[in-house]
């Protein structure tokens, strides 16, 4: 039986906060909402928008029918035209906790990170223990620094609902960024017991393993990387028909080793095709990104090396393939067995032979490459990479005769190429047309100086001695913990870590005075 109209000076149960005679008794037609929630629910957006609009032409007060829209809008990636409705919807009801916190979402994704705070804090006010709420004003804090009340955030949220495994996968996350590893390592195999199926967990409690050295169960984690639909790393198979490499014997057969991740991936672990105890009598072929290929063709790294766009891939004949970064979980590689015979690069002789005559002008000191930043579309590039060159200024007062050469390709090249008077410098990364050229550069070098990026990796495949700056916030977990060296370049690379977040004038200056205690140049 349908119940009585409520009478005109009550309150509209549409939610508007108004009075029914001003709001849905204009109106003879019943609320749209319940047949819009019932579509939205159901996941059916075009349909629950199409009633909301309907709904909302005979009843525009209806705050639950702008929300519907602006949800449907917003989820269609449509956020201006979602704007409107949400906003509507928070000045005719100032309690809808649905209102308040979309649209912080909304905002926060347009980076008007101040007004999104106020609304998910209007929207938690009015329901402190919205998990999605807490969630998403932690994440919001976390991005501006603010870890105490992004922790206290994720904490409510487990405690709101300690089956969610989505609140204990934010509070491990952030703990693991603070370097607080066992609470982080908890948190993960917490929400991994609640949703064995969560990718997201499984991967970053294989980054935290691998980090922490523990690498026998990291790299078997790790393969989760690879899942279809992964959400954390684009990884896509070879257009091969042949199957992926499982683990079997691969005596006489054809094994297509194929590349994914970043440059430097691809060069940290080409190791394993120098070394192929892994996959005794295989005939082996490296598919590698275009501005790789004359370095790996001549580093002799397999019976064959193809780039990754060759469209003749597609024709050739293999029996298997694999991923680059798979290779040491079918290694079975550990802390104590990594492949690190150096070097396992070498660049072409005839670049060599170029850039060798190009250099033999900078004499009187040691040669030293330098690399400040990395890609910018890096997920972590605003704390690896240097603020800019000004802040490397205290290496050229180091009282020896030093002659810097950049090797800055991209971000950063501006600066080199109109270095300020007290910081002379020889920039020679515009002309690099590919890593060949970049490591023909590196083999004369007496040492390199670089952020986290892919030249760091070279130099050490080369055997060049490179010294490595590396920020305190989410340091890539093959630099391991709490060490200056690298299991992968052993004697090659040393590692000065931010002691604290942000802090590079602190590193730069004990990168100063180890330069003082550098022995001549070995040419």
């Known amino acids: 039986m349908t119940p009585p109209p409520p009478g005109r000076n009550a309150p509209c149960p549409c939610g508007s906060g108004r009075k029914y005679k001003h709001c849905c008794l204009v109106s003879a037609r019943p609320s749209a909402y319940p047949q819009a929630l ?17 709904g909302l032409a005979a009843q525009p ?28 919807a928070l000045q005719l009801d100032p309690r809808n906790v649905d209102a308040a916190l979309n649209l912080g979402v909304l905002l926060a994704g347009r980076g008007q990170a101040d007004e999104a705070e106020r609304c998910y804090r209007q929207g938690l006010q009015l329901d402190p223990a919205n998990v999605l709420g807490l969630l998403n004003l932690g994440d919001l804090l976390a991005r501006d620094g603010r870890d105490g009340e992004a922790e206290r955030c994720f904490v409510a949220a487990v405690a ?11 509070l491990a996350h952030l703990r693991a960024a603070l ?23 499984r991967y970053n409690l294989a980054v935290l393993l691998l980090a922490r050295g523990r690498y026998e169960e990291g790299w078997a984690l790790h393969e989760v990387r690879t899942t279809p639909g992964f959400p954390l790393r684009d990884t896509r198979p070879p257009p091969v028909s042949a199957p992926r490499w499982a683990g079997e014997p691969l005596a006489g057969r054809r094994l297509l080793v194929w590349p994914e991740q970043g440059l430097g991936d691809e060069i940290q672990f080409a190791r394993y095709l120098a070394a192929r105890d892994w996959a005794p009598g295989a005939q082996v072929t490296l598919a590698c990104r275009p501005a790789l290929l004359p370095l790996f063709a001549a580093s002799g790294l397999a019976d064959a090396v193809r780039a990754s766009n060759d469209p003749a891939l597609r024709e050739q004949r293999f029996d298997a393939w694999t ?30 032979a170029h850039w060798q005559a190009r250099l033999q002008a900078t004499d009187g000191g040691l040669r030293i490459g330098l690399v400040w930043k990395g890609a910018p579309g890096h997920a972590n590039d605003h704390h690896r990479s240097l603020p800019g060159l000004a802040a490397l200024r205290p290496l050229w007062q180091a009282a020896r005769p030093l002659r810097f050469i950049s090797l800055q390709k991209g971000a950063g090249e501006d600066e080199a190429r109109d270095p300020p008077p007290d910081q002379p410098l020889r920039h020679l990364g515009g002309e690099i047309a590919d890593f060949a050229d970049s490591a023909a550069i590196v083999a ?11 030249i760091a990796h070279l130099a050490g495949a080369l055997g060049i001695p490179c010294w490595v700056l590396l920020p305190a916030t989410d340091t890539d977990w093959r630099w391991l913990l709490e060490r200056d060296d690298s299991p992968w370049y052993p004697g090659v690379l040393r590692l000065f870590r931010q002691r604290q977040a942000g802090d590079w004038a602190e590193v730069i200056a004990r990168v100063r005075d180890a330069l003082a205690a550098l022995p001549p140049a070995r040419r």
């Not at 639950?64 to 704007?83: D, M, N, T």
């Not at 370097?179 to 967990?201: M, N, T």
């Not at 970064?325 to 060599?352: F, I, K, Q």
């Not at 100086?449 to 892919?454: G, K, L, M, R, S």
């Open 179 to 201: 370097g607080r590893r066992d609470e982080a390592e908890q948190g993960y195999r917490a929400a991994l017991q609640i949703d064995p199926g969560d990718l997201r967990s």
């Open 444 to 454: 004369q070098l007496d040492l390199v100086i670089c952020v986290d990026t892919a």
């Open 323 to 352: 991923y680059t970064m798979s290779l040491p979980w079918h290694a079975g590689t550990r802390l104590d067995s990594v492949p690190a015979a150096l070097p396992y690069l070498c660049a072409p002789a005839e670049r060599s």
């Open 61 to 88: 007060l209806d705050a639950r029918l702008h929300v519907i829209a602006g949800l449907c809008l917003l989820q269609g990636s449509q956020p201006g035209a979602a704007e409107p409705h949400l906003r509507q």
């Open 38 to 54: 019932q579509h939205y629910q159901r996941g059916e957006l075009g349909p629950a928008l199409q009633v909301a609009r309907q």
């Open 160 to 170: 709101a609902r300690p089956g969610f495994g989505g609140a204990h996968h934010a």
